[in-house]
């Protein structure tokens, strides 16, 4: 008898723990939604950004689940679930370098690959010997950026495309530089009328393909001199998508779509327009120098338009509920629905720190921060030039994905970043 009492006190001791247990992460899960709330709330009033959408979630399941604001300043059509936002940076680890992890997983490409041997075109160039594992951990030493688009312009009297000073000449704010009211378009390689073979890049702008001949003679002496340390450069990202391209002889969009298809996501993905109606398109910047119009419905990065949309540093639009998959699937080891994505030990070794021992803290495409107040070494991610934020702990078993666009109407908002808003939530929901 009393043996079977003292089974019901611990079996009741069990419960209660459980229960107790149960009732401090309901609870937690609330403070949270508290917190995010108080912080969305603050950054709308504050003029942060028009509208963002939140996620929290674990390897299992959404927790949290939440829009906030407008598509713009104007305040006439409320953020939904549907909509999707452009993505930027963030382009760079949920397109390719999930495909290459794809590649790599069934051995078809290397990260000991050098681009000169998979890409004819750098055949014999400055950056030939430059290896996949290079270009994913941005140690190649390629300068940051290339602004393609300006040898597309001209004025007709030779003076400066921008200027720091607003006049007559130059009287339209374009980030922190005023742009030339007399610029002139290249008609040897732009066209505002549809033309055979040429790429679209805006809704009203054709490339003419030989353009990328200049493109990747600029990318191949665009070294630095500055190989093996951490550069953060979106030419790697421009090379990885020619290696896997080459490899596979398949497109970018086309690679990413089997993914997506497979984990049954459909809100994401290039050029938004062929998939969604423009109404679940946030708007990003009011471009006054390059295309002249509030980007809506195409890619804000200038590079990744010159691709027409398709591009290794960006491109990528989506909701959070189709990135919060990809987390859930990443969390579980390349995992989901019962099916194996992406292989396990491929998963491990591009979200941790090779480099660590040098002092640079990334991974194979993925973000990763040296450890401070509001990062810890496990956690892996990537952030978005347009306001956009994810980033997974496993030791937490929690992921964040912060949507917003910010850059609307223009890039010289950095209230949020100034405030350290992504970085202060992410602190919050893994304490």
């Given amino acids: 008898m009393k043996n079977s009492v003292n089974k019901i006190i611990i079996v009741s001791l069990i419960f209660l723990g459980i229960n107790g247990y149960s009732q401090k992460k309901s609870f937690d899960l609330k403070r949270n939604e508290v917190y995010i709330d108080s912080m969305m709330t603050n950054a709308l009033e504050k003029g942060f950004f028009p509208g963002a959408e939140v996620i929290v979630g674990n390897k299992d399941a959404v927790l949290i689940s939440k829009n906030y604001g407008f598509h713009d300043y104007s305040k006439k059509q409320p953020v939904k679930s549907d909509d999707v936002y452009d993505l930027a940076s963030m382009s760079k680890v949920l397109g390719a370098t999930l495909v290459t992890m794809r590649l790599v997983g069934e051995g078809k490409i290397d990260l000991k ?23 994913l951990t941005h140690t ?35 980030d922190t530089m ?155 080891n390349g995992m989901y629905n019962g099916k194996q994505i992406l292989k396990a030990k491929v998963v491990k070794e591009f979200t941790n720190s090779p480099l660590t021992k040098e002092g640079i803290y990334r991974g194979l495409g993925f973000d ?25 702990n496993p030791d937490t078993n929690r992921f964040l994905i912060i949507l917003t666009n910010r850059v609307n109407p223009t890039r010289t908002n950095r209230l949020m970043y100034k405030d350290d808003f992504s970085a202060k939530i992410w602190k919050q929901i893994n304490n």
């Fill in 113 to 135: 690959d050098k681009v000169g041997d998979v890409v004819e075109v750098y055949k014999n160039t400055p950056i030939a010997d430059l290896t996949l594992f290079e270009l």
């Fill in 368 to 392: 990763k921060r040296k450890p401070d107040e509001f990062f810890k070494a496990n956690d892996f991610g990537h952030t978005g030039f347009t306001g956009t934020f994810f980033f997974m």
């Fill in 140 to 174: 190649s030493g390629l300068k940051a950026s290339i602004t393609f688009y300006q040898s597309l312009l001209s004025t007709p009297d030779g003076s400066p495309l921008l200027s720091k000073e607003k006049s007559d000449n130059y009287p339209d704010l374009f």
């Fill in 178 to 332: 005023y742009v030339n009211k007399n610029i002139v378009y290249d008609a040897n390689y732009l066209s505002f009328t549809p033309k055979e073979n040429w790429v679209q890049i805006y809704k009203n702008m054709w490339l003419n393909p030989e353009f990328y001949k200049i493109v990747y003679e600029q990318i191949s002496v665009a070294n630095t001199n500055t190989r093996g340390k951490y550069v953060y450069s979106d030419l790697n990202l421009l090379l990885v998508k020619q290696m896997i391209e080459a490899k596979t002889g398949l497109k970018l969009d086309q690679l990413t779509k089997e993914i997506y298809t497979e984990l049954g996501i459909s809100k994401i993905g290039y050029n938004p327009l062929k998939w969604t109606s423009i109404e679940n398109v946030m708007p990003t910047e009011l471009d006054n120098f390059f295309r002249k119009d509030t980007i809506h419905g195409y890619v804000h990065d200038e590079a990744a338009a010159i691709f027409g949309g398709v591009s290794g540093n960006a491109g990528l639009f989506a909701n959070a509920q189709s990135i919060s998959v990809i987390c859930q699937m990443l969390l579980n």
